[in-house]
Each structure stands twice: as structure tokens, then as C-alpha cells.
């Protein structure tokens, strides 16, 4: 299929990592073609920490049903405030007040609660909130080289 790029065309932007640059661009709508560069500006990507990331991070670590995790980005997302004292409810405030005081510059790290032991059957809510800080610490871990990833 020939095409002559006279139909309808569309600005798009290339990134080019290895520069540090975006590549405005025009291409044909019918088959895609870079049709013009229309200039170039300096980019770095900047990733961001963000709360609903760190919920579902944070949420799987727990190992949550995928309906729970779900529900969670949702309420992370939209400030919807879950059962207070539920599992749902510390992993929102957890996460929350580790991006807010990131935001703030001032020191991010922290705990809920320390200590906690398991009691049996169901965890006291000291062990709870335990488990929750060390699934946080792992989720936190794989957000920071998602984010090294992502500046690289």
C-alpha cells in the first residue's frame, strides 16, 4: 500500500534517552511514517512517588486478593477512607504519610507501630500493623528500583 502523507497528520514526541531529549515529530495518520521533526527540547524524566503505587505494592506484598488490591487503589485513588483499624485503612494512612513527608523533604522512614508478636489464630493488632510495616519496607524497596529504573 503506497501512501503520499497528504491525508491527516498528527504531532507525536520521541524520547531519546541517550541525548536527554524529546524529538517533536509529524506523521501520517494512514500509515504512521515520520513525516517532519519539528524541533527538539532537553528532557529528563522525572518519576514520582506516589501513594497509589506504594498501596499496591504494598497491598501484594500482603499478599491481598486481587479484588482487595483493586479496591485499595481505588480507595488510594479516589481518598475514600476504608474501615478505620482495618488492614485496608493502615496500608492507606502507612503509605500516604510516607509520601507526604517525602513531599515535605522531611525524613521518610518510620514505622506505625514496632514490635508485635503473632498470637494465634488471628494477629493482635500490634502484629498487624507489624506485618504491614515490613510488607511497606518491601514494597518501598521495589517502588525506589522501579523508580532507579525509570531515571536510568
Not at 49 to 58: D, N, Q, S
Not at 79 to 89: D, F, I, K, N, V
Not at 107 to 113: D, E, S, Y
Not at 127 to 147: C, P, V, Y
Amino acid at each position: 500500500m503506497d501512501c503520499d502523507h497528504c491525508d491527516a497528520q498528527s504531532g507525536a514526541a520521541r524520547y531519546l534517552p541517550a541525548r536527554g531529549e524529546l524529538r517533536l515529530i509529524r506523521v501520517c495518520d494512514r500509515c504512521g511514517v515520520e513525516v517532519a521533526e519539528l524541533g527538539r527540547m532537553p528532557y529528563a524524566p522525572a518519576p514520582r512517588l506516589l501513594t497509589i503505587h506504594l498501596v499496591e505494592l504494598t497491598a501484594r506484598e500482603l499478599r491481598l486478593s486481587e479484588q482487595r488490591v483493586a479496591a485499595l487503589r481505588l480507595a488510594a485513588l479516589t481518598g475514600e477512607q476504608p474501615e478505620p483499624g482495618s488492614t485496608e485503612a493502615l496500608v492507606i494512612e502507612r503509605c500516604a504519610s510516607y509520601v507526604e513527608r517525602s513531599a515535605d523533604g522531611g525524613a521518610a522512614a518510620g514505622t506505625l507501630h514496632a514490635g508485635g508478636r503473632r498470637a494465634r489464630g488471628k494477629r493482635t493488632a500490634a502484629a498487624r500493623k507489624e506485618h504491614i510495616e515490613q510488607a511497606f519496607a518491601r514494597a518501598l524497596s521495589r517502588h525506589d528500583t522501579r523508580l532507579d529504573k525509570a531515571a536510568a
